[in-house]
């Protein structure tokens, strides 16, 4: 019974006019007494709307309304405006050049840092835990040979509040700031291989 009927036939039965359909409301919803109603279509049931279902792919029945469904395919408004064909290229936050490769999912695949690309060309994919570094300092110079790929561990040595300063560092000390980092890198992996 839903809560209207009951709350007619409450009245009906006791001659309470003072109890608002709110009251009755209340009450059940306290004492937890649910009308039996899940709110799904019961096996068997027929929709109230069957028969008026628009045709597939034709969307609202009202010529209004289909002018401002999506078109597959299309794309308008803000999207439209913020596109990017791919082959773009952008700076990021970071100050490296990125390249749009594709409008796939996910968003942030779509671009690819223009120097991992080249740098593969040449030398095929990164292993696993490796990063590459600016051997320059010039994170905008794509050049295969300014980067080299070192341990991914071994950027915190490099790194300039409590590594070494590699990026701030002159030009002439680079080399040797990463050999350093290299070598100490290389002892704390042998100690810690000798220790398990």
Not at 132 to 146: F, I, Q
């Amino acid at each position: 019974m839903s809560r209207r009927a009951l709350h007619a036939a409450f009245v009906t039965q006791f001659g309470r006019d003072d109890i608002k359909l709110d009251d009755i409301k209340a009450l059940c919803s306290r004492k937890k007494w649910n009308t039996g109603r899940t709110g799904c279509f019961e096996r068997g049931q027929v929709p109230s709307n069957k028969g008026r279902a628009c045709p597939p792919g034709k969307g609202g029945r009202h010529p209004n309304a289909r002018k401002t469904q999506f078109k597959k395919g299309s794309m308008a408004g803000a999207a439209a405006a913020k596109y990017k064909p791919i082959g773009t290229e952008r700076f990021n936050k970071d100050g490296y050049l990125e390249r749009k490769i594709h409008d796939g999912m996910p968003l942030q695949s779509r671009w690819r840092l223009v120097h991992v690309i080249r740098w593969e060309e040449l030398n095929g994919p990164l292993c696993k835990g490796s990063a590459l570094k600016c051997l320059d300092g010039n994170r905008r110079n794509t050049e295969p040979s300014n980067w080299r790929a070192i341990p991914r561990a071994l950027l915190a040595r490099l790194g300039g509040r409590y590594g070494r300063g590699y990026d701030a560092a002159p030009s002439e000390l680079k080399p040797t700031i990463l050999a350093i980092a290299e070598l100490e890198h290389a002892a704390r992996e042998r100690n810690q291989g000798q220790a398990s």
